[in-house]
């Protein structure tokens, strides 16, 4: 997927990692972590510090954002969910 970030265009790869169950607001779900990797014009990669867990039930919820910097990690976890 095609990324533009300072005018500079980047591509973004998704990897499909491991099933596990991860709490939150809605309970402790079982989900699919993902982790996107920002790949320079080359193909290399540019970053790689960030995973997303999106719920393997119908409803598809992004439960858990984690991403790693040098100052520590900063986590984002879903508290409710309505309407699903």
Known sequence: M????NGE????RVIASTREPVSCGVGTVMAWKLIPTLLDTQGEPEAQNM????????????VLMQADFAVGTFKLT??????T
Not at 78 to 83: I, N, Q, T, V
């Open 2 to 5: 095609p990324v533009s970030i």
């Open 9 to 12: 265009t980047y591509r973004v």
């Open 51 to 62: 995973a997303l867990w999106i719920s393997d039930d119908a409803r598809r919820l992004p």
């Open 78 to 83: 879903l508290r409710s969910a309505s309407g």
